[in-house]
């Protein structure tokens, strides 16, 4: 089992998550869905042709329409033996309202108090329309943010606390199997009523007539929202040997969320910001077993 390295992943982890991403972009070339690398992956095209060093992660965005197709052609393609398209839709216990393209023979755990695990991944993101205005699309996307909150609650049902071995689990108890049924079914429709509510706000604004669009699901915020012009083509770049494409209007939109960010950071913030709790690149651990291996 490897741990995670301070300022970085280690060149396994590194390998395994190109890998990911370069069949992910086969799947677009294929079946002809746009895509454009964001964020500090589309600073990596352009600053190192690569991944930035201390980066822990792969960034993706797709217009809506393709993400839905992408979406539903998934589980028809023939790599269910390696990857797994995970979503809040298709697993009870995912907590964000975007997707991951993982290799299901790896094992991560990002919290030990959200009991979900996924392989190696990559976070493919929706680009939605947006209000043209201003105003509007800040209480659009406060209001997305608020959802997508109550989504991070829902499966924090196990709670794991070490300390002088013991194991402290909160709101297991002991119910009769007509409670249990009740409480599983209140939990689904709380669940349902709050993936309800976060593609009410995603998709308020039409995608294909919006004039403004953006990542409601990124961690900049309103930052992240530009012109549509900005994602009408794309550009290509190279990342790590692999041909990948990047918003026409990639400046423009890196500028707004990093200002210069040609510009390499200090070497106190050349960190990895992902949090890992448990991660294994050798097998995919079932959660009960990982919950076992924390305490333990």
Known sequence: MEKMIKGGISDLHKKM?????RDFVRICEKYDLQYFCCGGTAIG???????????????????????????KIF????????????????????????????????TILEYDDIPCVFGVFIDVFPLDGAPANLSQRNKQLLGFRR?????????KSITINVRSGLTRIFNL???????????????KRNREKVL????????????????????????????EFGPKEWFDGYELGNFEGISVRLPRGYHE???QMYGDYMQLPPLDKRVSHHHVAYLNLEKRVEIDKVLKLIRN
């Open 147 to 155: 959802a997508a909150n109550k989504l991070l609650v829902l499966p």
């Open 173 to 187: 108890q002991i119910r009769t199997a007509y409670n249990e049924f009740r409480y599983a079914l209140n939990k």
């Open 75 to 106: 589980n028809s393609l023939d790599i269910s033996d390696n990857y797994e398209l995970i979503t809040a839709e298709s697993n009870n216990r995912y907590y964000l309202p975007f997707a991951k393209m993982c290799d299901k023979r790896t």
């Open 196 to 223: 309800a509510e976060i593609d009410g706000y995603m998709l308020e604004t039409d995608y294909s007539s919006s004039s403004y669009c953006g990542n409601y699901g990124g961690m900049w915020g309103i930052k």
């Open 17 to 21: 998550l190109i890998d990911v991403f």
């Open 45 to 71: 095209v352009i600053r190192h042709q690569g991944m930035i060093p201390w980066d822990d992660d792969i960034d993706i965005l797709m217009p809506r329409p393709d993400y839905d197709k992408f979406l």
């Open 253 to 255: 939109l890196l500028t």
